[in-house]
């Protein structure tokens, strides 16, 4: 028995004084807490609009898409089919054979090119009418060739030696070639020459066919054609040597390089117009090859109209929204009307009920 009535009967029990809770001894251990510090911000409180979708307003909404979007498919398709669109395929139309004929009768430099094709107006054709060559199966977006080129020697006269990234068309007779690479390299080279059934002349005015972006920025004006086409082996078109890049705008055209395998490119624009009833002559000196790979060549007539060339696809792809639309607010009126059901009361929602979140 302790004689000392001062010490405690057990000096290992723990005070409440000692490290407890609200305790004011610095030296005691704090607990880690990871919730986060409150804030409106943190937990999503701030006000926001929550609508609730009932039937009303779904009905509404489905209607209000519908109101909207036919009047706009059916403007679309109206002015899609206003502009008068010729196709005229002449690949195999000029050259007669197998395959292995057709590639031997283009690649020679003696066989005549010349071909002869005739194409009716069956509606009339208001100025300006623009000529396009189509290409299909020609995938212009293969990697190696998109790469095969030197921007910095199209733009810039001094650098025309920056040919690296244009293997395999860099040089020709131990030269750089300018422009080079296999874009410039296969430069499409089929010509038209058209006039109507009494001996109009339609001049193909070919200025201005190309971006003004494109001119202005990425072709030099200093910049001159230089050991073009000297290899080998001959790709396509040949340049002017006395013109500077920028105002040779079939390059230009052809060196925007398609994304799809089947494009159309301008060749040039008619400022004339064409009765409806008339036939077009066009003498094509069909050079380009397209036979190796079995492509398609084809030449293109077309107006425009507000929303730009024939062009079907956007305003059936508004009718079907439109028409899917309208379809889905009368299929949910008449289930409200059949089979109503009652809503519930938006006052029990928690955000409603406890605005606060405590």
């Avoid at 001062?6 to 807490?33: I, K, L, Q, V, Y």
């Avoid at 009047?71 to 395959?99: H, M």
């Avoid at 296999?182 to 001049?203: E, G, H, I, P």
Wanted: hydrophobic letters at 30%; a positive charge; glycine letters at 6%.
């Amino acid at each position: 028995m302790n004689s000392n009535p001062s010490t405690p009967m057990n000096a290992h029990a723990p005070s409440s004084s000692s490290g407890g809770a609200g305790s004011p001894d610095s030296n005691a251990p704090r607990r880690n807490s990871k919730r986060p510090k409150y804030s409106r911000f943190t937990q999503q409180e701030l006000p926001a609009c929550k609508p609730i979708l009932t039937p009303k307003w779904v009905i509404s909404a489905f209607m209000l898409v519908t109101i909207v979007f036919i009047p706009i498919g059916v403007v679309s398709l109206l002015a899609s089919r206003d502009v008068v669109e010729i196709v005229d395929r002449y690949d195999n139309a000029c050259i007669q054979g197998t395959k292995s004929q057709k590639v031997q009768h283009i690649q020679s430099a003696t066989t005549n090119k010349t071909c002869i094709r005739s194409l009716t107006v069956t509606k009339r054709m208001k100025q300006p009418i623009y000529v396009y060559y189509q290409l299909d199966n020609y995938y212009q977006n293969h990697r190696r060739y998109v790469k095969s080129r030197s921007d910095q020697q199209l733009k810039n006269r001094g650098d025309e030696n920056e040919t690296s990234t244009c293997k395999p068309e860099h040089e020709a007779n131990g030269m750089s070639i300018v422009p080079c690479g296999l874009v410039a390299w296969s430069l499409f080279n089929d010509t038209y020459s058209l006039s109507t059934s009494n001996n109009r002349q339609l001049t193909i005015n070919k200025r201005h066919i190309s971006w003004k972006s494109d001119r202005d920025e990425k072709f030099g004006s200093d910049v001159f054609p230089k050991n073009f086409q000297n290899g080998s082996l001959i790709g396509g078109g040949r340049l002017n040597d006395s013109i500077p890049l920028n105002e040779q705008e079939d390059l230009i055209v052809w060196m925007r390089t398609a994304a799809l395998p089947t494009f159309r490119k301008l060749y040039g624009k008619i400022e004339q117009d064409i009765e409806a009833g008339e036939t077009i002559n066009v003498v094509v000196q069909n050079r380009y090859n397209t036979y190796s790979f079995s492509g398609k060549k084809k030449l293109v007539l077309s107006t425009t109209s507000w929303l730009g060339g024939k062009n079907n696809f956007i305003g059936i792809a508004y009718l079907a929204v439109g028409g899917l639309c309208f379809l889905l607010a009368t299929t949910f009126t008449i289930i409200y009307f059949v089979k109503p059901r009652h809503l519930g009361d938006p006052s029990y929602l928690s955000w409603n009920r406890n605005p606060g979140g405590h």
